[in-house]
Antibody, heavy 119, light 107 residues
Framework: EVQLVESGGGLVQPGGSLRLSCAAS????????MSWVRQAPGKGLEWVAN????????YYVDSVKGRFTISRDNARNSVSLQMNSLRAEDTAVYFC????????????WGQGTLVTVSS | DIQMTQSPSSVSASVGDKVTISCRAS??????LAWYQQKPGKAPKVLIY???SLQRGVPSRFSGRGSGTDFTLTISSLQPEDSATYYC?????????FGGGTKVEIK
């Protein structure tokens, strides 16, 4: 059974940093692209970042470029999102998701972890 | 960036009704279009990818069509468990972008 378990969310002050992690199991992690998608409270979905199978290629939404870094550890079946210079508008539930690059869709989703940026 | 516009933003229909949701892209995305269903407090679930391919396990009452800039998701016979918010998403180019969502309610 595919499982994606996010951790690392919490309350952080504006300008602060947080590192989200996602532990993956139940599939061959090293053969899939991975994504982070977020959802602000009561709002729609926003794609944040993608990373390819071996971590050599990545993409970000403009609003997080230069502040967020996606990375992966295929030996530990995990993907991370380092978030720096956090802003109030980064407040959201962050989902870890398997991305099917050949078909362009987001398949299995984790349960999400809430990040709240507030003073 | 490719903007995705969904309509209507909400719809209320009776069990057994046919429901159609539209999604328009600001530029040609070919058939790189997926649809998701999200219930309150839950993660989204993919229903359809590449415009019309039904994800495994998804009931056949869900169908998708379109190409280029105009797409539709149809629920042929609405069921109580279909009450949810539906999102389209383009995968033609990064950044991946979603529509604003359509809330489907049961009368």
């Amino acid at each position: 059974e595919v499982q994606l378990v996010e951790s690392g969310g919490g309350l952080v002050q504006p300008g602060g940093s947080l590192r989200l992690s996602c532990a993956a199991s139940g599939f061959t992690f090293s053969t899939y692209w991975m994504s982070w998608v977020r959802q602000a409270p009561g709002k729609g979905l926003e794609w944040v970042a993608n990373i390819n199978e071996d971590g050599s290629d990545y993409y970000y939404v403009d609003s997080v470029k230069g502040r967020f870094t996606i990375s992966r550890d295929n030996a530990r079946n995990s993907v991370s999102l380092q978030m720096n210079s956090l802003r109030a508008e980064d407040t959201a539930v962050y989902f870890c998701v398997i991305y099917h690059v050949s078909s362009g869709f987001l398949d299995y989703w984790g349960q999400g972890t809430l990040v709240t940026v507030s003073s | 960036d490719i903007q995705m516009t969904q309509s209507p933003s909400s719809v209320s229909a009776s069990v057994g009704d046919k429901v159609t949701i539209s999604c328009r892209a600001s530029q040609d995305v070919s058939t790189w279009l997926a649809w998701y269903q999200q219930k309150p407090g839950k993660a989204p679930k993919v229903l359809i990818y590449i415009t019309s391919s039904l994800q495994r396990g998804v009931p056949s009452r869900f169908s998708g069509r379109g190409s280029g800039t105009d797409f539709t998701l149809t629920i042929s016979s609405l069921q109580p468990e279909d009450s949810a918010t539906y999102y389209c998403q383009q995968a033609s180019s990064f950044p991946l972008t979603f529509g604003g969502g359509t809330k489907v309610e049961i009368k």
